[in-house]
């Protein structure tokens, strides 16, 4: 990321519910990130939430969607305090920027700070808000990342 912090790609449309509920997806990225980080550092990391859906995935629905985002919370706020750089989801519908604004409440300050979201309908064929993730990612790791998702896509 432009702040020098390691880049995480979530791209939450691939979690199969048959295959693990959304706690259990939670507590893999959580595993993940204690694999990839180093004990000892104070390393911190900006989190790329991608909420577009993709050809041949399970494509849960936002609110299906809730387990794992609460479990990544909790994960993240208990085992990684302080390495949360920032946190952008993207794009997220007008309604889930209502849902932030009473959800928001609830979170310490710090953390919010941390968080963005970036308005759009999150339909399968919208391109990421390269614009406003520019402040964020640099325009070609936005390139490289849409290339590995749309290449991700399981056609018939």
Known sequence: ????????????????????????????????????????????????????????????????????IRSTVTHLNNLFPERLGRCVLYPVPTLSLYLWEMAKVFIDKDTVKKIVLFNSYPKLENSPPNKQIAEYVDDSVVRLLEQARIASFIVD
């Open 1 to 68: 990321a432009k702040d020098g912090t390691r880049i995480v790609y979530v791209i939450p449309a691939k979690m199969n519910k048959k295959l693990a509920d959304g706690h259990t997806y939670g507590l893999n990225l959580a595993l993940y990130l204690h694999f990839l980080l180093e004990r000892n550092s104070m390393e911190k990391l900006t989190i790329l939430l991608d909420v577009r859906g993709g050809d041949g995935w399970p494509n849960p629905s936002a609110y299906g969607l809730m387990p794992f």
